[in-house]
């Protein structure tokens, strides 16, 4: 290794070092490796994997995307070991295999297995559960069959099957007929009872080897079981169902079992479970407030009618405790908090040239709830957990994502029809009674459409737009979270640089609000990135989503010479200098001429490259006690973004309102310039100054998706009717009291 060179970097040239070696041997057959060298050698390596830290730095690099299988298994011919042909998916064919050896996980799951005829090669699945135990996914003695091997070499000089799609892996259970005789351990097991393979069931669920109690329950319920025993492997199946989050196979069960003997306490809450997380709270409330009819006194019932009503109203009316989500943000790992999806006034519609979007279905004002959705894949990095974070973090969403649609096929197209970046994926929904699931096409639909966030909005709006300004220390730890997630419904809206919402993220909950008044039947949009200043970039900055975004902004960007845009940048550079920031004077004068290369007015085009400009100009006066000044470059500031406010300049005239005429463009900084305007007003104009507060809670309620948090930051400056001192000790923000 290159110790000069960082770690990442000595990866990646591995990787690209073994890719080139892989090349070279494609279309090669392996040689034949002692059976008992190549165990020998995987169990040194597990060994040695056991020993390495879980806060280790971890790399994943992709596989070249393939298709997944899409041929019943009764059409592929089997194939051994011995067949096998290097960097090449073996089509029509299948393996039937058994794992010699215990497994191990690190990126994926691993173990050795062997053929019919006693060879052996290593195996490598991804993308498998996170949540299952690995020897729930392949222990030693495991048969599976894998369609259509990929044969792939390794960056050491050996080779592996490896298994990217999740839908090409059949997993068979102990008894299954496919199994060839010299693996079975106990043949009498294909005659069992249907009371001996529920027992049989229990033994792996008590295991919580959940895969293996499903079989064992449908094998009993395929023996001719009585009313008695089919209402028992229902239920046992439908929790079983439940631990493997297949919600809608869990009801079916559930139901089943109802139907066979009447609604029991059992039935009814296993339906209840199933319900819940399929978000069909209302049925839950019904069935719970049955079940408290008969008894009253059942606290679990109570219990789970609390959080089914609250549920209820957050996905009816958007009605959220919001402080919620940051307390449970803050305090689960990972993040998953237990709040339903709000979808306010919006509908996805055909949006022209751009396909699909995002439009209103009535007129909002800014700062509404558009929506409040939680995440259909969500990963987290943690620090406190080292193996989840580093690169690998976008391997977890697709493992999240496929493993959701796998064990839930109805769900498949809330994410197949998202934007793929031309991905063309198979055209087969499901073979053999399984549903079939392409992890490359999801690979491609994340890299358009997921969000990147950290874990808490509130949190990180403070930390990122006050304290770091200012010099304030932070938690450096959980400055460091970093989630990856993806919200089907907020995907659909396009991208403008001068968008009308805003998206903020607090654990798996993303929230959308308004940033300006809408009217009804609107497309809603999205900044995917921040305008940026220089000219070429501009004009390709959106190619991995194959479109030119032709807002305001870019369409002046490319109207304007580029002569007066790079004057533009220059005289931008020299005004956020520090030769510039210690004179007042000079950056005025800069903004002035700066203000020269718009032609368009901002309500228009903002003027993105002045508002920073402005607004720390008004920071600079409130230092100086100057607040006239500072009030003037507050004004300055929102007017560059485009925004019209009356009422607002000093001296103030008695009985005339502060109000906002129309909404400019969002930034995060909005909150802390209206707190700017509150500390003049309220000694030089008391009569607005309540205005200027609830405007600065507006904003901040755009930034982090919510206002319940809004008391708690320095932006709250009015307190018991009078100005304190702006973030007394830690969130000082430079204003002080008048």
């Excluded at 042909?85 to 297995?113: K, W």
């Excluded at 792939?152 to 298994?163: A, S, T």
């Excluded at 197949?416 to 992890?439: F, I, M, R, W």
């Excluded at 870019?554 to 956020?576: E, F, G, M, P, S």
């Amino acid at each position: 290794m290159n110790m000069n060179k960082p770690l990442f970097a000595q990866m990646v040239d591995w990787e690209t070092q073994g890719m080139v070696r892989a090349e070279a041997r494609k279309g090669q057959r392996p040689g034949k490796a002692p059976r008992e060298k190549v165990i020998k050698e995987f169990m040194a390596q597990r060994e040695e994997m056991s020993k390495l830290s879980p806060d280790r730095p971890r790399f994943s690099f992709f596989s070249r995307a393939y298709h997944p299988c899409i041929r019943s298994l009764s059409e592929l011919k089997k194939t051994m070991l011995n067949d096998l042909i290097l960097e090449t998916h073996h089509r029509d064919r299948h393996l039937l295999l058994r794992s010699v050896t215990q497994s191990y996980r690190d990126n994926g799951a691993f173990s050795i297995v062997e053929d019919e005829n006693g060879d052996v090669m290593w195996l490598e699945l991804y993308y498998q559960d996170r949540q299952r135990d690995v020897e729930d996914i392949v222990k030693e003695g495991s048969v599976l069959i894998v369609k259509e091997p990929y044969l792939r070499p390794n960056g050491e000089g050996g080779h592996g099957i490896y298994v990217d799609q999740v839908s090409d892996l059949i997993r068979l259970p102990e008894y299954d007929e496919r199994i060839p005789a010299a693996w079975r351990s106990d043949g009498s097991d294909l005659q069992l009872s249907a009371e001996s393979w529920k027992t049989k069931g229990n033994d792996y669920f008590n295991s919580r080897m959940y895969d293996n109690a499903i079989e064992c329950y449908t094998r009993g319920l395929d023996c001719s079981p009585t009313t008695d025993e089919i209402r028992a492997l229902g239920l046992k199946r439908s929790i079983a169902f439940i631990k493997t989050k297949q919600f809608a196979a869990a009801l079916a069960d559930a139901d089943s079992a109802i139907a066979a003997t009447g609604p029991t306490e059992k039935a009814l809450t296993r339906k209840v479970q199933a319900l819940y997380n399929l978000d069909r709270f209302q049925e839950c409330c019904e069935i719970l407030k049955g079940l408290l009819e008969e008894n009253p006194s059942n606290a679990a019932a109570q219990n789970e009618l609390a959080r089914a009503t609250e549920r209820l109203a957050e996905q009816e009316t958007g009605s959220y405790e919001f402080k919620k989500f940051h307390e449970a943000a803050n305090k689960l790992r990972p993040p998953l908090l237990d709040h339903a999806t709000y979808i306010g006034p919006v509908v996805v519609k055909e949006a022209g040239s751009y396909g699909r979007g995002l439009f209103t279905t009535k007129e909002v004002k800014a700062g509404d709830l558009l929506l409040c959705a939680k995440a259909f894949g969500f990963a987290f990095a943690d620090p406190e957990h080292r193996r989840d974070v580093t690169m690998v973090y976008k391997m977890e969403l697709i493992r999240a994502i496929s493993q959701k649609m796998y064990a839930n096929p109805s769900l498949t197209s809330v994410i197949t029809d998202l934007h793929a970046d031309g991905y063309k994926s198979v055209d087969v929904a499901e073979v053999d009674g399984k549903p079939v699931v392409d992890t490359f096409q999801i690979e491609r639909i994340i890299d358009a459409n997921a969000f990147g966030s950290q874990n808490s909005a509130a949190q990180n709006h403070i930390e990122e737009t006050l304290y770091k300004r200012e010099g304030i220390a932070i938690n450096q730890d959980k400055s460091s979270f970093h989630s990856l997630g993806v919200w089907p419904m907020t995907s659909h809206a396009n991208h403008s640089c001068y968008a009308n919402s805003q998206s903020s993220i607090t654990g798996d909950m993303l929230i959308l609000r308004a940033t300006q008044d809408i009217p009804a039947n609107t497309e809603i949009t999205l900044a995917y990135k921040d305008p940026v200043p220089d000219f070429d970039e501009e004009r390709t900055r959106f190619r991995s989503w194959n479109f030119v975004c032709d807002c305001p902004l870019c369409k002046d960007a490319h109207n304007t010479c580029k002569r007066i845009h790079n004057n533009r940048v220059h005289l931008r550079k020299q005004a956020t200098s520090r030769y510039a920031r210690s004179s007042t004077i000079k950056r005025e004068a800069l903004a002035a001429s700066l203000e020269q290369t718009y032609a368009r007015p901002p309500t228009l085009v903002p003027r993105v490259a002045l508002f920073d400009i402005y607004l720390d100009l008004a920071r600079d006066y409130m230092r100086k006690q100057q607040p006239e000044k500072a009030v003037a470059a507050a004004l300055k500031t929102f007017e560059s973004l485009g925004f019209v406010i009356e009422g607002g300049e000093l001296p103030h005239v008695p009985g005339t309102q502060l109000v906002v005429k129309h909404w400019g463009m969002f930034q995060d900084e909005s909150a802390e310039c209206w707190t700017v305007l509150v500390c003049v007003y309220s000694v030089l104009a008391p009569e607005i100054c309540q205005k200027a507060e609830e405007y600065a809670r507006v904003a901040y309620r755009m930034a982090v998706g919510e206002d319940e948090t809004f008391e708690e930051t320095p932006y709250h400056v009015i307190r018991q009717g009078r100005v304190v001192e702006v973030g007394e000790g830690r969130g000082r923000i430079g204003l002080l009291a008048l």
